[in-house]
């Protein structure tokens, strides 16, 4: 009973999906308005985005733990040399980020070509996620740079070289930002080489200049990504004068005498006397420096580490970065299934489904015994398992679409943990960005999918059943809250009969223009109040609409329905038959109101 007019509408859809309409004018602190919007529960709180692949930062303590495995060897010419080492390491540095900058940052940057009405060689995006903010990291650079030279002169005012250190290294949160979009501007930079002649061009001539010393450009972009790195191993010593993150035929690892790049052997704690005016703050500057390479990722960049990492993954892939990353997009949860001939029960293929607040996505595995997660280029995947992969085992995208599209319903009741997935052929109507790629979206548009959700041998017990409650309640939370479309627009969740209900609240001139519309529409008015009801919809009319008025006596309540929805005996059975007090009253209409009455049958409590 509780899923009756779904039923008739698309059969055994796993929630109940409602759009309340308030007409201008409406009393909101009315009690019988109030007491209608007690009835659609409670606002629908934002949902948590996923922080799969995110950092989790360590105390300082922690890090000042590590310092303590370093004993103290006294040698003051090995510490002033290393001193020296780590200035003129800098100040290599910061001249190859000068020259860069110089010859090439400032010379394909869009806003040049504008000033000569002329067209870029790169668009501005491609720009600024290639060089990123290697513009602020040289301003700072040469700040630090400025300082370290007023460092060991040997004159009375001479700089504390600890002191400088611990000073600048604060200013180096923009590492961070760079570091975090690196991998993204590699990519690009790549694509630009391969596809855009007058960038490859510009590159080949610009790096033959003599002071780029025959670097190659993914070189000199790699530096700024791994500074702090290398801040850190020159400050607490690393014995095999090597960068670990980097391989050890990388420039930064060879080359070193004349490389701004390389890793020079250091240990100037080791050689620092626990009373020098440095020790102190080097520590501190240490702690800094490890701070900021491992900060906690925030919201956004938690969302562009995930996007890339799935974008990595997949093989063959139609979908562009660019259109994955989005400002106000986060990943929320993601899930494996076996899709399952829906007439003949075999099983078709291996999928990953990929929730995000406004798409969901659908990725083919490579074999049934791998999770999606462990496909992603992620340093929390599981790497026992990623070692029985082929190397060539990647994702491949099968599409994605705009969540409030996808509809999610009951499965094959012989078939454990199923359910089926349909995608409307309502197009995006209204205001709001530009719909998904049509070819992408090829994939949900070949009618009912069935999929199944299998127990992982990985896990004892595995619950596969709650595994798949979770999602689909996920999915059905966030597609509520996509469809709000306009800032007062609102969405709602209670239970009834152990059914989710979801209520998309809009007031006349937003639900016009909503984007995606649900099929049951609800139109409340006060008792003095009118509205035109088919000026509210001009295109497609919903299955069912509703008319609820709130009236001095109660409400009245009025259905239309394109299906006929006969009153049955059972329906009237459930609804309780005390109603003699204001709340029972209450009760009686709500249980008309959710069970969803006769068509065209009024009922007034008066």
């Known amino acids: 009973m509780k899923k009756r007019i779904i039923r008739l509408i698309m059969p055994f859809e796993q929630c109940q999906n409602v759009d309340v309409i308030f007409p201008t004018g409406q009393n909101e602190h009315s009690a019988m308005y109030m007491k209608f919007m007690d009835m659609l529960g409670d606002r629908c709180p934002e949902q948590d985005a996923n922080s799969l692949g995110s950092v989790n930062a360590k105390s300082d303590s922690e890090y000042l733990a590590e310092l303590d495995e370093i004993t103290y060897e006294k040698n003051d010419e090995q510490r002033y040399y290393e001193v020296e080492q780590f200035i003129d390491t800098e100040a290599n540095y910061v001249n190859m980020l000068k020259v860069m900058v110089e010859l090439v940052v400032s010379k394909l940057n869009p806003d040049t070509f504008k000033s000569r009405n002329e067209p870029p060689i790169i668009n501005r995006f491609a720009f600024k996620n290639i060089f990123l903010n290697i513009e602020e990291i040289l301003k700072v650079n040469e700040c630090f740079m400025s300082d370290l030279r007023k460092c060991n002169t040997g004159a009375a005012d001479d700089k504390c070289f600890g002191e400088v250190c611990a000073s600048h290294m604060g200013n180096f949160a923009c590492y961070r930002n760079y570091s975090l979009g690196f991998e993204s501007g590699r990519l690009l930079h790549a694509n630009e080489v391969k596809s855009n002649s007058q960038y490859r061009k510009f590159l080949e001539s610009s790096l033959a200049d003599p002071k780029f010393n025959r670097f190659k450009m993914l070189d000199i972009l790699i530096g700024p990504a791994q500074r702090l790195t290398r801040y850190i191993l020159m400050i607490k010593g690393n014995h095999n004068g090597v960068d670990p993150s980097l391989p050890p035929s990388h420039p930064a690892n060879t080359n070193k005498s004349a490389n701004p790049f390389a890793i020079i052997t250091l240990d100037i704690l080791k050689h620092t006397p626990p009373r020098h005016r440095d020790y102190e703050p080097l520590k501190r500057a240490y702690v800094k420096a490890c701070s900021i390479a491992s900060m906690e990722d925030d919201d956004a960049t938690k969302l562009a580490t995930m996007c890339h990492n799935i974008f990595q993954s997949f093989k063959n892939s139609s979908l562009a970065l660019s259109n994955l990353i989005r400002q106000n997009r986060s990943f929320i949860a993601h899930l494996d299934a076996i899709e399952v001939h829906r007439t003949k ?262």
């Not at 398992?385 to 099968?398: A, E, G, I, S, V």
């Not at 016009?512 to 006060?526: D, F, G, P, Q, R």
């Not at 009760?587 to 007034?604: A, D, L, P, Y």
Request: net charge neutral; aromatic share 14%; hydrophobic share 35%.
């Open 345 to 606: 029960g075999y099983q078709k293929r291996p999928v990953t489904f990929f929730l995000f607040t406004d798409k969901l996505l659908i990725a083919e595995r490579p074999n049934y015994q791998c999770r999606g997660i462990d496909l992603l280029d992620s340093k929390n995947r599981d790497k026992s398992r990623m070692r029985t992969l082929k190397k060539d085992q990647m994702l491949r995208f099968k599409g994605w679409i705009d969540i409030e599209q996808a509809q999610i319903f009951e499965g094959a009741p012989d078939i454990p943990n199923s359910f089926l997935l349909f995608a409307s052929t309502l197009q995006k109507h209204g205001r709001g960005p530009a719909p998904t790629t049509e070819s992408q979206e090829d994939f949900f548009r070949k009618g009912f999918r069935l999929f199944t959700v299998p127990p992982r041998e990985d896990v004892e017990s595995d619950d596969c059943l709650a595994r798949t409650v979770d999602f689909v309640t996920k999915f059905q939370h966030g597609q509520a809250l996509a469809k709000r479309y306009d800032p007062k627009d609102e969405a709602y969740h209670r239970q009834w009969c152990d059914l989710n209900v979801y209520s998309n609240v809009y007031d006349t001139d937003s639900y016009t223009h909503a984007n995606y519309k649900n099929n049951i529409a609800v139109v409340y008015l006060e008792e003095d109040k009118s509205v035109n009801i088919r000026s509210l919809f001009p295109g497609v009319t919903p299955w069912i609409v509703a008319l609820v008025q709130g009236t001095s006596g109660g409400f009245r309540f009025s259905t239309w329905s394109k299906v006929e929805l006969p009153l049955k005996k059972d329906i009237l059975d459930s609804i309780p038959l005390d109603s003699a007090t204001e709340d029972g009253k209450n009760f009686f209409f709500q249980s008309v109101f959710w069970n969803n009455g006769k068509r065209k049958t009024i009922f007034s409590f008066e």
